[in-house]
């Protein structure tokens, strides 16, 4: 059974940093491809960061280059996400997802929600003076 669990979501002003974890269970992650992605109230759900598992690339989406970290402990079967000068604009519910078996999936194409099949439950991030 796969699971995805994310915690360290909060509330943080305008600068500020957080560090999202993403836990896994009932797989090793360093075989999956995983993804970031987060969705505003009245938004689509949105890629932000992802790491491939076929050659441990990553990407992120252009609002966040530079702010933002991806990572992964393999021995912790973890994934993080580090946000640094975090903006009112990245307020939303992140969320980790996964999948395997990904090489066809080509450049960036872990920053579609629509390809992935495992999902966490999401935690909350608010950026706000």
């Known amino acids: 059974q796969v699971q995805l669990v994310e915690s360290g979501g909060g509330l943080v002003q305008p600068g500020e940093s957080l560090r999202l974890s993403c836990a896994a269970s009932g797989f090793t992650l360093d075989y999956y491809t995983i993804g970031w992605f987060r969705q505003a109230p009245g938004k689509e759900r949105e890629g932000v960061s992802c790491?491939?598992?076929?050659?441990?690339?990553?990407y992120y989406a252009d609002s966040v280059k530079g702010r933002f970290t991806i990572s992964r402990d393999n021995a912790k079967n973890t994934v993080y996400l580090q946000m640094n000068s975090l903006e009112p604009e990245d307020t939303a519910v992140y969320y980790c997802?996964?999948?395997?078996?990904?090489?066809?999936?080509?450049?960036?194409?872990?920053?579609?929600?629509?390809?992935?099949?495992?999902w966490g439950q999401g935690t909350q991030v608010t950026v706000s003076s």
């Open positions: 790491i491939s598992s076929s050659d441990g690339s990553t």
């Open positions: 997802a996964t999948d395997r078996d990904t090489v066809l999936w080509g450049n960036y194409g872990c920053l579609r929600p629509y390809r992935y099949d495992y």
